[in-house]
């Protein structure tokens, strides 16, 4: 493995520890905190419900818990967003373009190609085969040697894609 590819394979692994856990809970209990101690330690009304810190957090995680599965439910069914996240994640991602490495290229896309090979000769012996048949199938079995290769098959919607 390249010293570019690990160092960039460890930069992933920091995003995803730190941006989905480490800032998660700094954030929530930032929050928490600061809430209590700018807002409501200064309004004796509320000082009065919630007298002790640990009251004010377990009622707010207990009441923020469902709102947030409410919140990240519609996120994902409710709503067009998380649509538009995975139309984007598709035009981005250059694995919708070609073959994932693996058994992917080295065993199913070959085995595929050898199928369509060998029904387009036994189309072709019996006469079965029109010439507009045989302009698919040849455009097909180009397209899986293309991938086989790892290359690209269809038009990417962003250059980065264009690099390996």
Known sequence: MKLSNFVFRMWFYFRMGYGTYLTFLLGFLTTLITVYYLAINNSPVLLDIFPRFWLFAVIATVIGIPIGVLLGWFHMKGSAIWKSEMDINAEANPYNYKIV???WQEAFTPLYLELLT???KIMAKEGLLTEEERKRITE????????IHGGYVGTPKTKANLQS
């Open 101 to 103: 490495p693996g058994y």
């Open 140 to 147: 097909l079995e180009e397209k899986l040697q293309t991938l």
């Open 118 to 120: 060998a029904i387009k």
